[in-house]
């Protein structure tokens, strides 16, 4: 089993950062893919960056936050990141951290339960 604990969410202007942090617990040596979505009020929810363990060790990031966000991890802290800059209204959402064992799933197996990010203009 994993666990998964976010913080670091809060309220921004436009143009503003923040960083969002994801301690994890549990058979981290299980999982292939770490990653954020992000859900906003009567939207669907969207993958917004990730990191993938396998062979090639890549990332990937949303079109709308490349350029603007990075995703890093501190494995002696087992902690994912996410580093948002240039923040715009359109950011404002629930966070999320997410893990898979098999692969950068749309559907991931865990799930943290959410920091709220709000951005003003």
């Known amino acids: 089993q994993v666990q998964l604990v976010e913080s670091g969410g809060g309220s921004v202007q436009t143009g503003g950062s923040l960083r969002l942090s994801c301690i994890v617990s549990?058979?981290?040596?299980?999982?292939?893919?770490m990653g954020w979505f992000r859900q906003a009020p009567g939207k669907e929810r969207e993958a917004v960056s990730g990191?993938?363990?396998?062979?090639?060790?890549?990332?990937f990031y949303t079109d709308s936050v490349r350029g603007r966000f990075t995703v890093s991890q501190d494995n002696a802290k087992n902690t994912l990141y996410l580093q948002m800059n240039n923040l715009k209204p359109e950011d404002t959402a629930m966070y999320y951290c997410?893990?898979?064992?098999?692969?950068?799933?749309?559907?991931?197996?865990?799930w943290g339960q959410g920091t709220q990010v709000t951005v003003s203009s």
């Open positions: 549990g058979y981290m040596s299980s999982l292939s893919c």
């Open positions: 997410v893990a898979d064992p098999r692969s950068c799933s749309p559907d991931p197996d865990y």
């Open positions: 990191i993938y363990y396998g062979s090639s060790g890549s990332t």
